[in-house]
């Protein structure tokens, strides 16, 4: 019985952790284009909230696909920390 409990804890993860990089990598792609055609943003603490809550890798492949944030050094060595950090909440919750 613990071991289908595991495993139901695992695919909620897999569930969640794909929703939310997959929802990072648009918020940038969407804060890419509203940049180009001066919309109103979506700030910088909203992205970097959503890299915390565990979408980093979502977030930083958008940073570099969309050529977005790439040179703020909070985005450029910040993402990347926070990647490691997911990883790390990963592994210890599976």
Known sequence: MKMDKGLNLFKALVVYFSFINIFGFFIM???KKFAIYNKKRISEKNLLLCAIIGGAAGVWISMYVNRHKTLKPKFKF???????LNIAVYYYLV
């Open 78 to 84: 910040g993402v990347p920390l926070i990647f490691v």
């Open 29 to 31: 792609f969407i804060d």
